[in-house]
């Protein structure tokens, strides 16, 4: 008996120890949620798609960040920008205008601490908008990287339309911390 017993735990112990050996760059890309959110339903494969690249992107960085959560509140803001954009341009606004804009959105889907920051990405497919943000393909205003790369935030949104006429608009929103609304 104390045979069989010994066996049988060192099987359960091996067994655990064990784990497949992923081909390099097929690794899977943490996408922890946000307090309040049990699943992914409110996204798009292709807004998924933008998230997980965000976390690989903050894991491979020279000094590795942990990998931000994601958030329902923050990523309806993010669509509901995306949306207003394509629908009037949103264009001439001041910055001072944007700021106050993007925290009445984000408010309507929650409370956040800290600072809260949107990337908006447009032309480019769902699979390649972190790299061209990454590669400073798309200008950001006095920002040497994507906010999504500052060890500041810890909570993203993602929110993208194809109501524009050339290729996706995607927005990405980012909270030091983010509370879900109702």
Known sequence: ???????????VIAAGCLSPNLPAG????????NDGVSDLD?????????????????ASAAVPLRPLKTARGLSLAAKDRAEEIAR??????TPEEERTRLFERVRRFGAWTGSVAEVRS?????????????????????????????AEYAV???????????????IIVVASEFKEGR
């Open 1 to 11: 008996m104390a045979v069989m017993l010994t066996l049988l735990l060192g099987i």
């Open 156 to 170: 993203m949104g993602v929110g993208c339309t194809m109501a524009v006429r050339v290729a996706p608009l995607c």
């Open 26 to 33: 097929e690794e899977t890309a943490m996408l922890p949620l």
């Open 122 to 150: 447009h032309g480019y497919p769902e699979d390649t908008v972190v790299k061209e943000l990454l590669s400073g393909g798309l200008v950001q205003r006095e920002q040497s990287r994507p906010y999504f790369m500052d």
């Open 88 to 93: 009037s341009d949103a264009g001439g606004l």
């Open 42 to 58: 409110f996204l798009s494969e292709g807004e998924t798609l933008i998230l997980r690249d965000i976390n690989r992107a903050r």
